[in-house]
């Protein structure tokens, strides 16, 4: 029987407890009456009322629930409340599957990084989610609400800035002292430039870092150029050769990957599957391999999450955080630097495996959204409650001081605010409101902050914020705020990009090198105010 409702002949629509009522027909003239024969109203199973009505023609049921899009949860509920749901459907490819399980196979296979995968991956992927399709439904649709894949976004990198269209095209700005803006040069670019090379492969992903970019395409192809080492300090010895164009990352060229992190002295990369391959990080196995600082082969990430799909990764200044899908929800992970508590363990020693943070089960909080700081973490649960941790220096953490959180702690400052989005840097954190409203807290310096105070007596503009504050500045904008990026580097003056609905993108900050993607008069180094960037990233 096909799947599709339009080609599954007359349906005959009928309620369970609607009684047969006899009809009047003295005012009615030459009404045709209809030749087929009339089914009987009954359901599967038991017969027990309550059982779904429409069990007589599935085909329907299931193009409803794969048109409306159904959250996997919602269909794990149908499951759980009628039997219909659980039964299998008689449908290929597997008839086993029921009509759950069904709608939620449909839907996966209308996402990007499915559609191109063989059967058998597809089946290996299943297993590792636990072994149903709602799961890996679940996966899918938690990677893309973390990471814009398939969208546009907006990256403030240290100096430089990255922005991809959502058609996948790829323009660049700010300094360029390593051929980080792929252009083929090394000269400034101080307007968006797009990147020619590029053209006719399509940027899904972008990371930025000192000096160096990355870029993964809709294929799971990795593009790398600027500095050519995966391991490199913000200012070491090694990478000294340059890439001047998109290269593309040989070692990766087996590894599907759908996103790319570059932290302090190493590199993460991140398998459409979930797995973690990190580059680098010295050779006294930080991450639970011994490597040399200037290795160019990924190795898997050991430990508790050899088996456990990862949907996004983070990374700060030498350490790493990954948001894991278990069956029975979202969890996050830490490996790396303990310094500042910024694992979010409850010390500050290091951790050579990842180790789940416990925190979040104390407070009930499901975790969707991660972001790594420098030297301090945030995650945004499923609840919209925001949680910071690590070091707390000029009130990054939101919570009213400047002292250290060696466990996630809740921001009662925004117990209002229903936060969907989170981005931090160099002692920096904005937050992203569902209405499009967006909050800063931390160090004021560069004017990243968005607020643009006046002036105090000593001639100070850079204000620290201790609280989260609504940054009025972009509520001028008139629009929703979908992203906000800024610059996580210990050693360049930060910039901030903020990203609305209809693709217009926003830049405040510092400025000096072109990474605003305007030019700046009379001595100017950076920009209190947002403004417009000119390009269009729709």
């Not at 509920?77 to 749901?85: D, I, P, Q, Y």
């Amino acid at each position: 029987m096909p799947m599709d409702a339009t080609t599954s002949g007359t349906p005959t629509i009928q309620y369970h407890n609607i009684n047969d009522q006899p009809v009047t027909v003295t005012a009615i003239v030459a009404v045709p009456v209809s030749t087929y024969q009339r089914n009987q109203r009954h359901c599967f199973g038991d017969l027990i009322p309550g059982e779904f009505p429409l069990a007589t023609n599935p085909s329907i049921v299931l193009h409803v629930l794969t048109a409306c899009n159904l959250d996997p949860q919602d269909l794990a509920k149908l499951e759980a409340t009628c039997s219909f749901f659980r039964q299998p459907a008689n449908f290929p490819p597997d008839n086993e599957l029921s009509i759950s399980e069904l709608a939620a196979l449909d839907m996966c296979q209308k996402r990007a990084i499915f559609k191109p995968m063989a059967p058998e991956e597809r089946q290996d992927l299943k297993q590792r989610c636990g072994g149903s399709w709602k799961l890996v439904l679940r996966f899918l649709l938690a990677g893309e609400a973390c990471c814009r894949r398939e969208r546009s976004q907006a990256i403030a990198g240290p100096g430089h800035s990255i922005a991809v269209t959502s058609n996948g095209a790829v323009y660049s700005f700010g300094s360029n002292s390593s051929g980080q803006l792929g252009h083929g040069t090394t000269e400034e670019e101080w307007r968006p430039r797009q990147i020619r090379s590029l053209r006719g492969i399509r940027i899904i992903q972008a990371a930025a870092g000192p000096g160096r970019t990355m870029l993964i395409s809709d294929a799971g192809r990795v593009y790398a150029f600027g500095k050519d080492s995966f391991g490199e300090a913000e200012y070491g010895a090694q990478g000294s050769k340059m890439v001047t164009t998109p290269q593309l990352v040989e070692s990766l060229k087996n590894i599907f990957v759908v996103q790319a992190v570059i932290g302090n002295f190493f590199t993460a990369v991140l398998s459409r599957e979930g797995r973690v391959y990190t580059f680098s990080w010295g050779n006294d196995g930080r991450i639970g391999h011994q490597t040399e600082p200037n290795d160019v082969e990924p190795h898997p990430l050991l430990g508790a999450l050899e088996n456990i799909p990862v949907v996004q990764i983070a990374a700060g200044y030498c350490y790493l955080l990954a948001l894991a899908c278990h069956p029975s929800g979202m969890s996050v992970y830490s490996v790396g630097c303990g310094l500042g508590g910024k694992l979010g363990h409850g010390s500050r020693t290091d951790e050579k495996y990842p180790r789940l943070i416990e925190q979040f089960q104390l407070l009930n909080l499901q975790p969707m959204v991660v972001a790594a700081g420098a030297w301090h973490a945030a995650v945004v649960g499923r609840d919209g409650r925001v949680c910071t941790w690590g070091w707390g220096r000029y009130g990054c953490l939101g919570h009213g001081n400047e002292e250290c959180e060696s466990v996630p702690k809740v921001v009662e400052a925004l117990s209002k605010v229903k936060a969907v989005n989170v981005a931090t840097g160099d002692y920096t954190t904005f937050v992203v409101s569902d209405e499009g409203d967006v909050y800063s807290f931390g160090c004021g310096e560069s004017a990243s902050l968005g607020h643009n105070a006046a002036a105090d007596e000593q001639g100070n503009r850079h204000v620290n914020v201790l609280s989260p504050e609504l940054v009025t500045s972009l509520k001028e904008v008139k629009e929703r705020v979908v992203q906000i990026s800024l610059t996580n580097s210990i050693y360049w003056n930060a910039h901030t990009f903020a990203l609305t609905e209809s693709g217009k993108l926003y830049a405040f900050g510092a400025g000096d090198k072109g990474q605003l993607g305007m030019e700046l008069v009379n001595n100017q180094s950076e920009r209190g105010n947002p403004e417009r960037v000119d390009v269009d990233l729709r």
